[in-house]
């Protein structure tokens, strides 16, 4: 195990509660009628792909794509900036890695201007040797792109690498990278079954340890 990437939303930080909130608030602000039906919807999806799904919805005018997308980020860096928690053992777990000289990558869906709000407020920059966004590549997850540039960036090979992932579409985005996935589930959907296709599962970042690591890129 020569390096470990995260995702970042609903992994390192508290953050999805941040995301549904902005939505509402942005879009409801635009004229869009938020349902909470239809945002189940877009919680995969990228900051860009959140804005052209409602304005193909219900088309708003005064703002352009772009405005309407830069408000939802901004209101999400406020709110990580002002109340964003750490997951259950981030610091430890990033402690234990930072010890045993692994390389310490993120990789998310989320906006490049997001990632230092949340490594700042839960005073974790100094672990991450590198971070790539879904910004950076033509394709956000579930395509492997994001994860393909960590690796790059750390220079590492995808079978040295463990990711952790609380979604479905960032494990087959890992998945597809050629790396080695576990699920972290939020507690509601712990037990579904979709998050079988990972090739194994926790309740949270302190359950990891370095043998279930070295297990997991042992297996084929």
Known sequence: MQAVIFDMDGLLIDS??????????????????????????TAAMTTREVTEFWFAKQPWQNASLEEVENSVVERVKYLIE???????????????LQQAKVKIGLATNSPKDIIPSVLQRLDIADYFMAYSSADEVSQGKPAPDVYQLTLE??????????????????????????IKAIAIPHPDEFNHDKFDLAPHKLKNLSEFNHQLGKRLLASA
């Open 82 to 96: 002002t109340q964003g928690q750490a997951m259950h053992g981030v610091h430890d777990l990033l402690d234990s």
């Open 153 to 178: 960036k750390l220079g590492i090979e995808a079978h040295q690498c463990i990711a952790f992932e609380d979604s479905l579409g960032g494990i087959k985005a890992a998945l597809a990278a050629g």
């Open 16 to 41: 999805e509660p941040f995301w549904k909130q902005a939505e509402y608030d942005v879009f409801s602000s635009v004229g869009v009628e938020v349902t909470a039906e239809l945002a189940t919807l």
